[in-house]
């Protein structure tokens, strides 16, 4: 069967997709801290900071493919302490697809919208990247990194992310989920957008690639089909739950490292993968 090593299990969209790569692939995960309770695949612990455990794991698994999910994902994180958030998003990323080349396995990147600044959406595979911060920044790097190496490989360019999968790690939307469910109000931008993905969406796109015969490589937006702002996606939730849509209160921005609007072109993915992301009102539906 074949064998997938899954990076950062234990985050929003890890364990997602360890939980739905688990029902057609040997599965195994890892994470640096914490090894989960029924947990349907084999999972090792690997600090991605520390080559020499990156490289013991991977020749340990001998994996068929990698699915790099893992990142240091908070903005502010990535601002405080830069030197960490370079290793985990771009040097370790270099290293597994430096790894995958030499041993002829496929190698999966997960990146972010966030590396574009905002200015001239919607973005395609040929937008230049302009990020305003160092999470994008450090997911740039990690994208130029693994382009560089060739190999057979794929970089999936990923939305905001939506879903509510067990004991996950929170976010954005698990924490608008939560407060609406209990009542509480919750304050988002109206002028802010993106185009939210459905987690299992991302699934289905790394199940498709890995199946077929002959992969496309390179790079590869992946985003939902409507531009909403951050108001427009709570409303949504709000009207799903069942609750008074004046919890949500629409605000504006008011500065930092969050650009307005990173909307993404997805024709790529929909002509060479035959993946169209899930309606919004329809995957809320399903989270």
């Given at each position: ?26 599965v ?88 574009f ?34 190999g ?6 990923a ?6 999968p ?22 988002l ?8 993905l459905?987690?299992?969406d ?7 690639w ?30 799903e ?21 990173v ?25």
């Amino acid at each position: 069967m074949t064998k997938v090593l899954v990076t950062g299990a234990t985050g929003f969209l890890g364990s997602r997709l360890v939980e739905r790569l688990a029902g057609s692939f040997r599965v195994v995960s890892t994470s640096r801290t914490r090894t989960p309770k029924n947990w349907p695949a084999a999972h090792e612990l690997c600090d991605l900071l520390s080559p020499y455990e990156v490289e013991e794991l991977f020749f340990q698994v001998r994996p068929d493919f990698v699915v790099h999910c893992a990142a240091v994902a908070s903005v502010q994180v990535c601002e405080e302490e830069r030197k960490m958030a370079f290793g985990v998003n771009a040097a370790a990323a270099k290293l597994l697809a430096r790894l995958s080349k030499k041993t002829r396995a496929g190698f999966v990147l997960i990146s972010t919208d966030q590396v574009f600044d905002g200015s001239s959406p919607p973005y395609d595979e040929t937008s230049e990247p302009s990020p305003v911060s160092e999470y994008g920044r450090t997911k740039v790097a990690a994208e130029s990194a693994v382009a560089g190496l060739g190999g057979e490989h794929i970089i999936l360019r990923a939305a905001l992310l939506y879903d509510y999968p067990p004991g996950a790690t929170r976010n954005f939307f698990v924490s608008v989920i939560e407060s609406l469910a209990s009542s509480r109000p919750v304050d988002l931008f109206v002028d802010q957008f993106r185009t939210p993905l459905l987690s299992d969406d991302v699934y289905r796109a790394v199940s498709a690639w890995i199946g077929m015969e002959k992969r496309p490589t390179g790079l590869f937006h992946l985003g939902g089909p409507e531009r909403l702002s951050r108001y427009e996606m709570g409303l949504g939730f709000a009207r799903e739950l069942g609750v008074s849509e004046e919890l949500v209160r629409p605000v504006k921005m008011a500065g930092g490292f969050a650009p307005r609007d990173v909307s993404l072109a997805t024709g790529r993915i929909e002509s060479s993968l035959g993946i169209r992301a899930t309606p919004y009102n329809d995957g809320v539906r399903t989270v």
